[in-house]
């Protein structure tokens, strides 16, 4: 009995050495490498089936506990690994978070190349829509500045050229005699067209006419004989016109005549004029403000519109004498 006692003690302290052998190995295992993926390392097999039971066949029992040690063993090294792999999966996607994040910064940082518009482009269209406004802004202004000034005044006609303009007339003169464009052949002849009755237009265009012939004389030695026309043969009688030349120059010849003749001369010219409404017999003509230079022969050489000046007129006349001699 004794014997068997002591048996049994020696084949228990046997085997709690072998398992703290193996405890101490998956120990060891588990801290410096990764665990293997099958648990044969741990398994009693291995061992004597002798060493266990010994030689009375005795160890059942211990190989039981064995068996439920190392079951426990594996299951407790088998669970750690889901908590690093956990572990392990959390620091990729937080490495990838992070990754991301860099790379959003450092694509934020970079210049976008390539893109439909850049800075440059955009501010060179800015540029160039500003420019085509202003031009476009500048020509309607001078377009309607053009329009205006026309609608104001009659511009000078071409210096190239000759137009239809002049021919055969029959008038009286203020002092009572029939005058015809024959007698002013040989002759540079200034001749405008008006009435008596005007009230601001016509007399300042007169004292122009007057004043430039006087300087045309003094400036260049050229004799113009100045003319005026009545568009108002109704009212402008020759004794209405006698008084009514006097005022603007010695030398202004002035011319009146039927309805008829007036008629004639004026579409000969290409003047237009037309009576406004009546009042009794205090109305106004519309006409056409325009100064004709007519050559020695009587022919039309250009015409000078309400925008010239004394200066500006005397100026043109003189060119177109001294044009012609050459």
């Known amino acids: 009995m004794a014997t068997i006692v002591s048996s049994k003690s020696n084949q228990f302290r046997y085997v709690?050495?072998?398992?703290?052998?193996?405890?101490?190995?998956?120990?060891?295992?588990?801290?410096?490498?990764?665990?293997?993926?099958?648990?044969?390392?741990?398994?009693?097999?291995?061992?004597?089936?002798?060493?266990?039971?010994g030689p009375q066949g005795y160890g059942n029992g211990s190989l039981v506990l064995c068996q439920r040690f190392l079951s426990n063993t594996v299951a407790g090294n088998a669970n750690p690994e889901k908590p690093a792999s956990n572990s392990s999966a959390k620091d990729n996607s937080d490495q990838g978070k992070?990754?991301?994040?860099?790379?959003?910064?450092?694509?934020?940082?970079k210049s976008v190349r390539g893109g439909p518009v850049s800075w440059l482009s955009f501010l060179l269209l800015v540029a160039t829509g500003a420019g085509l406004i202003y031009y476009y802004d500048r020509q309607k202004k001078l377009h309607i500045e053009e329009i205006n000034n026309a609608s104001k005044a009659v511009?000078?006609?071409?210096?190239?050229?000759?137009?239809?303009?002049?021919?055969?007339?029959?008038?009286i003169s203020h002092d009572g005699k029939h005058v015809t464009e024959k007698d002013f052949l040989g002759k540079w002849t200034l001749i405008y067209f008006g009435f008596t009755h005007c009230p601001d237009i016509c007399p300042d265009e007169l004292i122009k006419l007057a004043a430039s012939v006087d300087k045309i004389k003094e400036k260049s030695g050229i004799e113009i004989v100045?003319?005026?026309?009545?568009?108002?043969?109704?009212?402008?009688?020759?004794?209405?016109?006698?008084?009514y030349v006097k005022?603007?120059?010695p030398k202004l010849i002035g011319l009146t005549g039927s309805s008829d003749e007036i008629r004639n001369v004026a579409r000969s010219y290409r003047v237009y004029y037309m009576k406004t409404d009546e009042e009794d017999s205090d109305y106004l003509v519309d006409h056409s403000i325009v100064m004709y230079l007519?050559?020695?022969?009587?022919?039309?050489?250009?015409?000078?519109?309400?925008?010239?000046?004394?200066?500006s007129l005397t100026d043109g006349i003189i060119k177109e004498v001294k044009k012609s001699k050459k």
């Open 294 to 311: 007519m050559g020695p022969d009587m022919q039309f050489v250009k015409f000078f519109g309400k925008n010239n000046d004394v200066d």
């Open 226 to 243: 100045p003319v005026f026309i009545s568009v108002d043969p109704e009212r402008d009688t020759v004794e209405q016109v006698r008084e």
């Open 98 to 109: 992070e990754s991301g994040e860099s790379n959003q910064k450092a694509d934020a940082g």
């Open 155 to 171: 511009k000078e006609g071409p210096s190239a050229g000759k137009a239809a303009i002049g021919g055969p007339f029959n008038l």
């Open 16 to 53: 709690g050495r072998i398992l703290y052998s193996q405890i101490l190995r998956q120990s060891r295992s588990t801290t410096l490498s990764p665990p293997s993926p099958s648990p044969n390392h741990l398994h009693c097999s291995n061992l004597p089936l002798h060493r266990l039971v």
């Open 247 to 249: 005022e603007f120059h």
